[in-house]
């Protein structure tokens, strides 16, 4: 079976493939940097040549999904399964509409069409359209990538994956963090898979099983919410015989991850600017009905403040004076080699990209955030990875999740969210195979700030986004 191969696989890969592979449905809880993806494409090969499938829908959030299609798929798809491949976009023009409607018309004899979709086109309109062609038109496997995306049942992707999955011949599902908030996480996830596979048909009875609810009154009305959990075991019994969990330490001799921080000092204007804000927030705490959303909205504005800028009333962004930009150009400066900055804010991925720009040159970088188009993207990436003059990448959340960074040895945190996930998967960017070297994650921080909690609370694995009101209130006192 070696030269069924494009790449050789692994072995915790070689084994899960023989015992999944003809599986309707399967999830595949591996964690970062373990070889998901490539276990995806050896399966959707497997299929095409014993004819099960002439289709592979691959729905991937958008900061990655074209990871898949130029550089996932040509590495890994087997020579056993020649394959026409076209990814979404709304906004390719006539003629990316002609190759699409070509691949979504029907299969070719003798190929795989291969259909590259992000997840967030899925919500409306033409993007959901087109995958539903597909799958209506196709033997289709469809592959859910960073499954946690459809974790809310009343979400519009994920009940436009939900009607996909009814179409779909076979299912799978991929995430090294299959819960992010809490184990009411999954309940959507293996409902894509297979409706009721886990012994319920709705998600208010699985619920019921699985979590303490307790009601209370807000904004004048009765809710209901999630005061505890229960029956875990029960849940993890269900799940395991579908499901794969692999960890790195299982499988991977990679070397060590270690963190430290650097700590910033805030100007005499921040400290005021601060102070007030605080003061702000702290009065809404006390005196109004407060929800994790706007709690959370409250963290970002003291965030904004730390990191040099502040928002007005009226939406306008102004600048305070920071020592923050300093402290990370001297990081840079000390560490010699590649690294990733991290930023929240796109005013944060403004103002460190304008000074690498004078301290190292404007071709020492390449941005990747929400603004940055797809084909700059991969360009980006191709760059960090293999042009010895581009030291850094500036990165947002966007880039979190899909991409090999493994020429980069150092993240820089400038500023951090507020979701687990996020923190995780962006670390295993650089850390996954084919890294040789130590990485190194700093987190800059300002002391006695919620710059220091915020970091501490995920050091902790905690999700400030999925906390309960009382849990944000701590991190303001």
């Excluded at 590495?75 to 409607?101: C, I």
């Excluded at 590259?116 to 033997?139: D, P, Q, W, Y």
């Excluded at 619920?207 to 303490?212: D, F, H, L, S």
């Excluded at 909205?297 to 502040?310: N, P, Y």
Aim: contains cysteine.
């Amino acid at each position: 079976m070696t030269d069924f191969f494009a790449t050789e696989p692994m072995q915790h890969q070689l084994d899960v493939l023989r015992s999944s592979a003809r599986t309707e449905f399967y999830a595949v809880f591996w964690e970062m940097g373990v070889g998901k993806t490539k276990l995806a494409l050896d399966t959707a090969a497997c299929m095409f040549v014993e004819k099960r499938i002439d289709g592979l829908l691959f729905i991937a959030p958008k900061g990655c999904y074209l990871n898949t299609y130029y550089n996932e798929v040509p590495l890994h798809m087997s020579a056993r399964a020649p394959y026409r491949m076209e990814f979404w976009s709304a906004t390719g023009g006539k003629k990316k509409e002609r190759s699409v409607n070509a691949l979504t018309r029907g299969p070719a004899p003798g190929f795989l069409d291969i259909f590259v979709v992000n997840i967030e086109s899925l919500r409306s309109g033409r993007g959901k359209v087109a995958a539903m062609k597909f799958v209506r038109t196709h033997k289709t496997l469809t592959i859910i990538d960073e499954s946690t995306a459809i974790k809310n049942p009343k979400a519009a992707q994920t009940k436009a994956c939900v009607e996909i999955g009814q179409h779909s011949e076979y299912r799978r599902i991929m995430t090294g963090t299959p819960i992010t908030q809490d184990p009411l996480d999954l309940y959507s996830q293996f409902d894509f898979l297979c409706h009721g596979c886990l012994g319920f048909t709705n998600f208010y009875s699985f619920r019921a099983e699985y979590a303490r609810m307790q009601k209370v009154q807000m904004n004048g009305r009765s809710i209901n919410i999630v005061r505890g959990f229960r029956n875990l075991e029960d849940l993890k019994h269900r799940i395991a015989p579908h499901s794969s969990r692999i960890s790195k330490e299982e499988c991977l001799d990679l070397p060590p991850k270690t963190f430290s921080v650097e700590y910033v000092e805030l100007t005499s204007e921040q400290k005021k600017a601060y102070q007030s804000m605080k003061e702000l927030c702290l009065t809404q705490l006390e005196t109004e009905v407060i929800t994790v959303t706007n709690a959370l909205t409250m963290l970002g504005k003291l965030q904004q403040i730390i990191c040099g800028h502040i928002i007005d009333e009226n939406g306008l962004t102004h600048d305070i004076k920071s020592n923050r930009i300093a402290t990370l150009i001297d990081i840079l400066a000390r560490h010699g080699g590649k690294a990733i900055i991290w930023c929240k804010f796109r005013h944060d991925i403004r103002a460190v990209c304008a000074a690498l720009s004078d301290a190292f040159g404007e071709d020492s970088f390449v941005p990747y955030f929400g603004d940055t188009k797809d084909a700059e993207r991969k360009l980006a990436c191709d760059r960090i990875q293999a042009d010895d003059s581009c030291r850094f990448m500036v990165a947002s959340k966007s880039a979190a999740k899909g991409l090999t960074l493994t020429t980069a040895t150092l993240n820089v945190y400038y500023s951090l969210w507020f979701e687990l996930e996020t923190y995780l998967q962006s670390q295993d960017r650089t850390h996954r195979k084919g890294q040789t070297q130590n990485v190194h994650n700093i987190n800059l921080i300002v002391r006695g700030t919620v710059d220091e909690k915020i970091v501490k609370a995920l050091a902790s694995k905690k999700d400030i986004a999925g906390s309960i009101v009382d849990g944000v209130k701590m991190l303001f006192t």
